[in-house]
């Protein structure tokens, strides 16, 4: 008899509220989800409707206003800044629309820049292998201003999986790429997520991309619900 796995991922009746020149915002309402580790999930809602900001409080760089967060066994609640740098650099691989990448630094030193803070003597070593999954051993040495987009989001992808993440959050990832690359770029998502075993969830318009994934989460009005 198997015994069931931890969520990787669990919030409980997450509700997020931020403060506004207008007032107070309600974001976040009440969210209750658990993410087992290995599972492929798409977030899917209007433009507004809480989908990045859903990540965020997933990944501790906005806090829950109420209600619990857990990420690889951690509670994020009361947690120090220090604390949560500490589990996401651990933990976590986040791949934005916009790459994110440091303009005055190398392919290979913007993979191994995360590592270096967590101490890794063998940073660069593991950057170079990342990149070299990613197709772009022969760019280690490039600025991101000598990069296409597609390269500069493949560097962005090796940069979230370089450390081992266990959890990779990705935002619009080909929101800046066109259609071929973009696809690219989601095939490579996918087959690092198989190959390394890590829990994906991907916030996409794209209801078709999001079908690749094994579950669809939808969110609207600040509410999550399993979607079809």
């Known amino acids: 008899m198997t015994t069931p796995q931890s969520p990787v991922l669990a919030l409980r009746d997450v509700h997020l509220t931020l403060s506004s020149r207008a007032g107070e ?16 999930v798409g977030i899917v809602g209007p433009s507004g409707s809480g989908k990045t900001s859903l990540l965020m409080v997933m990944s501790g ?61 063998d940073a660069t070593a593991r950057a170079t292998e990342a990149l070299k999954r990613v197709g772009l051993s022969h760019r280690l040495d490039h600025y991101p201003g000598q990069l296409s987009g597609g390269e500069q989001q493949r560097v962005a992808i090796a940069r979230a999986l370089a450390a ?10 080909t929101g800046n790429l066109d259609q071929d690359t973009g696809n690219a770029i989601i095939d490579l998502l996918f087959d690092l997520k198989t190959r390394e075993g890590a829990t994906l969830l991907l916030v996409t318009h794209d209801r078709s991309l999001a079908a690749r994934c094994g579950r669809i989460i939808e969110v609207r009005d600040g509410k999550v619900s399993e979607g079809a």
Do not use: C, W, Y
């Open 25 to 40: 915002v309600h974001i976040l309402h009440g969210v209750n989800l658990a993410v087992g580790p290995g599972e492929a």
């Open 164 to 173: 081992g993440a266990k959890v990779l959050l990705a935002d619009e990832p």
């Open 61 to 121: 760089l906005e806090p829950a206003t109420s209600g619990t967060v857990t990420l690889a066994g951690e509670s994020l609640s009361g947690k120090s800044e220090e604390e949560l740098a500490r589990i996401r650099r651990e933990t976590v691989g986040i791949v934005f629309q916009s790459f994110h990448l440091i303009p005055t630094l190398t392919a290979i030193e913007n993979v191994a820049i995360p590592m270096e803070f967590r101490g890794l003597s």
